[in-house]
């Protein structure tokens, strides 16, 4: 199964227009579609009772008020594990801004500020509904883009991630390829099993993390066997400057050549990738030069206004 999409990049809102607005909030993915974003990502983990929440983390203490409401819930090492709890007891939460590690601070200082509003956790079910909705509202079709958190860490602890994301999936009504959701891991065993042990129709993609460099031609093959993409950091796309700009690497064209399509992580206006000075000089080289097939971004105005701008309609 190829994927298929449109001759245009698509924008991917990462974890919304989380660029503006508390990640993984809904209204984070309202402000996204407003923006222009083509799909909207849900990271997804599961509760103690079994339920599946938008999260991106599998601890909540970075993002919320867990500590203080549930003080003396944490595990050994000092974290607040989000199957340690029940969904009646995540709804109690207030989520906020990414706060850096091992501090009060936000990661990223000039976002929306703290304080400044009272975010909740959804579950996946009710961000289907909530998308499936604002698409039918804004006339046009707004794609998902979940991805299957750690899910060996999951079935340790007797939750089958994969299958529970298909099945929810299904029950949403996203359960052929069509188009409108990929589904995301960068555990490859997983994927494998979600194509072959349960017959997933929807297309894949390998996330892969800057460890070790670009994969080699063979291992893109090997990718290309059960999945129909990749997902690398951007790092793997960017090896730097040279004296006439960014210099790329050829991951990008070895990947289409494997019949991959290439949807590149995250860009954002805070952390650029070594050899780039600008928003634009990356969407200049990875979606005008490279010819990536789409781009996951905190900043979803930023890419649709680029794409609209310079890639002819």
Known sequence: MRATLPGRPVVI???????????????????AAGMGADYLEQDVVATR???L?????????????????????????????????TLAEIRELTIGERRAAGSCSAR??????????RFAIPTFAEEMAFIRGLGDAMGRPLGLYPEVKDPAWHRRHGIDLGARVLEALADAGYDAADGRVFVQCFEAAELQRLR?????RLPLVQLLDSAGGPPSAAALAGIASYAQGIGPSLRLICAGRGAGGPIATGLVADAHAAGLVVHPYTLRREELPAGCDSVDEVLDLVLGQLRADGLFTDFPDLVAGWVGRYIPG
């Open 13 to 31: 809102a990462h974890r919304g227009a989380s660029g503006y607005l508390p990640e993984h909030t809904l209204v984070a993915k309202a402000l």
């Open 53 to 85: 929440i938008v999260f991106h983390d599998l601890v909540l203490d970075a993002m919320t008020d867990v500590a203080t409401r549930f003080p003396g819930r944490q595990r050994a090492d000092g974290c607040f594990y989000c199957i340690d709890f």
């Open 196 to 200: 072959t042990d349960l017959g997933c």
């Open 49 to 51: 009772d079994g339920e």
């Open 108 to 117: 990223f200082p000039g976002r929306f500020p703290d304080g400044a509003g």
